[in-house]
């Protein structure tokens, strides 16, 4: 699992609330992403980052926002979640190989927007 | 130009079968080509991956053809067993964009016995 640990791993939440998920690792890699995965589309980028303090948009990041105030922890904040953002939402971290970066997902948090 | 399109959406295949999942890519500079297979409950976990620069890589009974005048690239499994039934997502990204994947829809195989 490359030692990525996602957490809450389930949260129910009211429209109109601040939900704040948390991702951790404990490799030190330097890139981390949030994808959501929803029937039909597979997964898609939210955010991701390069470093600390260092982030950037993926597809689908209305909504959302970041922040990486440590190289081990990736914050993903919905502001004011609404229904359209109950998804599983995974955290990666990328790691260099002969072939490229290649990524390992977290567990995923199963997220319910009411 | 970024998109993944996968097929198909399901797939059934008797034990012992051959299972074949396809994808196709507009963008020619996407340089690696990974797929991912997904338990429920669980998060993606690598299988197997491909460079442009070739055109097929086996790792077990798992098998990634891939077609570059095409665009197109697929997964074969061979002598599928039941413990193969999972979703399948194929993926491509730019090496010089941090690795950044874009996703194929998935598809869910299932393997009867």
């Known amino acids: 699992d490359a030692g990525i640990t996602q957490s809450p791993r389930h949260k129910v939440t009211e429209t109109g609330t601040p939900v704040t998920l948390r991702c951790h690792q404990t490799?030190?890699?330097?890139?981390m992403y949030w994808y959501r995965q929803d029937p039909g589309h597979g997964l898609r980028l939210i955010h991701y980052?390069?470093?600390?303090?260092?982030?950037d948009k993926g597809e689908v990041s209305d909504g959302y926002s970041v922040s990486r105030s440590k190289t081990e922890d990736f914050l993903l904040t919905l502001e004011s979640a609404t229904s359209s953002q109950t998804s599983v939402y995974f955290c990666?971290?990328?790691?260099?190989?002969?072939?490229?970066?290649?990524?390992?997902f977290g567990p995923g948090t199963r997220l319910l927007v009411l | 130009q970024q998109q993944v399109k996968q097929s198909p959406q399901s797939l059934i295949v008797q034990k012992g079968g051959i299972s074949i999942i396809n994808c196709a890519y507009e963008?020619?500079?996407?340089?690696?080509f990974p797929w991912y297979q997904q338990f429920p409950g669980k998060g993606p976990a690598l299988l197997i991956a491909?460079?442009?620069?070739?055109s097929e890589k086996k790792e077990g009974r798992f098998t990634i053809s891939f077609n570059k005048s095409a665009k197109q690239f697929s997964l074969h499994i061979m002598d599928s067993q039941p413990g193969d039934s999972a979703t399948y997502f194929c993926?491509?990204?730019?090496?010089?964009?941090?690795?950044?994947?874009?996703f194929g829809q998935g598809t869910e195989l299932s393997v009867k016995p």
């Open positions: 990666a971290i990328s790691e260099s190989s002969s072939l490229g970066e290649t990524q390992y």
């Open positions: 490799e030190n890699h330097r890139y």
């Open positions: 980052s390069y470093g600390v303090k260092d982030t």
């Open positions: 963008n020619t500079a996407f340089d690696y």
């Open positions: 491909i460079r442009p620069d070739v």
């Open positions: 993926a491509a990204s730019f090496h010089n964009q941090g690795g950044k994947l874009i």
